[in-house]
């Protein structure tokens, strides 16, 4: 079973309008969440985290996600796209093992 | 602040071939993992290490070794390089299963 699960492969927004990454996980708890982003040849980048506590959880870069038990998701948002923000973005989430995503890559228009 | 530390960064093999890309880390991090990234199919775990002189596989082990003898170190070895093993490999390290992991910025291997 896939433990998470990125509902969009590719992501296009004008920059300074609205960003939306979806994410979706299945677990029969609360695990902690990650987002990370990933620019070219680049390693991974802890965007922000959640871990039960709060569940709007801002990260850098003027990210935020909202982890949502009866829907099982942890979107990612940000109110307006820079065109710095063009990357790749995977989800994850821990268990007896990390689990990622397959990544989805935004891309910016100017 | 050295984080996560890979090399070499390129390296061009032939079939056949051998090598080990080094990682190393200085965060005292117990857990350690080594990731392949082919384009467009996210991280897959090659193996992991839950401290010094424990390893197990993860979901592509085939064609891949690991040891953990320090804390800081977690090499990862190829011994009959294959075409299918081009790839972009990362490490990773961890304080704890439900922290965050650091990321190291790849080791691009390509083999021909």
């Known amino acids: 079973a896939q433990s998470v699960t990125q509902l969009d492969s590719h992501v296009s927004v004008s920059e300074g309008t609205p960003v939306l990454l979806r994410c979706n996980y299945s677990s029969s708890y609360s695990p902690s969440l990650f987002w990370y982003v990933q620019h070219p040849n680049k390693g991974l980048q802890l965007l922000l985290k959640?871990?039960?506590?709060?569940?709007l959880v801002k990260g850098i870069n003027g990210f935020e996600a909202e982890f949502k038990k009866s829907e099982t998701s942890f979107h990612l948002t940000k109110p307006s796209a820079h065109m710095s923000d063009a990357a790749e973005y995977f989800c994850?989430?821990?268990?007896?093992?990390?689990?990622f995503g397959t990544g989805t890559s935004l891309t910016v228009i100017p | 602040n050295a984080g996560v530390t890979q090399t070499p960064k390129f390296r061009i093999l032939k079939i056949g071939q051998s090598m080990t890309l080094q990682c190393t880390q200085d965060?005292?991090?117990?857990?350690m993992y080594w990731y392949r990234q082919d384009p467009g199919m996210g991280l897959k775990l090659i193996y992991y290490?839950?401290?010094?002189?424990?390893?197990d596989k993860g979901e592509v082990p085939n064609g891949y070794n690991v040891s953990r003898s320090t804390t800081e170190d977690f090499p990862l070895r190829l011994e009959l390089a294959a075409p299918s093993q081009t790839s972009v490999y990362f490490c990773?390290?961890?304080?704890?299963?439900?922290?965050?992991?650091?990321f190291g910025d790849g080791t691009r291997l390509s083999i021909l």
């Open positions: 290490s839950v401290g010094a002189g424990i390893t």
């Open positions: 990773a390290s961890t304080p704890a299963l439900y922290q965050p992991q650091h």
């Open positions: 959640y871990t039960s506590a709060a569940t």
């Open positions: 994850a989430r821990t268990g007896n093992q990390f689990y």
């Open positions: 965060m005292n991090h117990n857990y």
